[in-house]
């Protein structure tokens, strides 16, 4: 098993950035695709972005894109993402999560989940 700990949520106005990460341990970080969603009060779990095991192909929501990297460091077993001009939209639950398998993307199973590291947006 693989267990995830995201960190770097918190309060940040409209426009602000905010750099979320996700520090795996149990199996080896590169064996796995990472991704992140997010979930908002009284809304369904949504993707936001993924990578691939080595890092060559990367996948962003439309709601991110051009504002939002996904990156990870295999030496460090941990997955980052940044977010920048955040908007309060971008207020949810942000989790992490991981899948067995060279390829990420948002519509694939992932097999492990943090616990969610809270963003708040405040307008």
């Known amino acids: 098993q693989v267990q995830l700990v995201e960190s770097g949520g918190g309060l940040v106005q409209a426009g602000g950035s905010l750099r979320l990460s996700c520090t795996a341990s149990g199996r080896t970080f590169s064996n796995y695709a990472m991704g992140w969603f997010r979930q908002a009060p009284g809304k369904e779990r949504e993707f936001v972005a993924a990578i691939s095991r080595s890092s060559v192909i990367t996948y962003y929501a439309d709601s991110v894109k051009g504002r939002s990297t996904i990156s990870r460091d295999n030496a460090k077993n941990t997955v980052l993402l940044q977010i920048n001009s955040l908007k309060p939209e971008d207020t949810a639950v942000y989790y992490c999560?991981?899948?067995?398998?060279?390829?990420?993307?948002?519509?694939?199973?992932?097999?492990?989940w943090g616990q969610g590291t809270q963003v708040t947006v405040s307008s």
């Open positions: 999560a991981a899948r067995p398998s060279p390829i990420a993307g948002p519509n694939r199973v992932y097999d492990y």
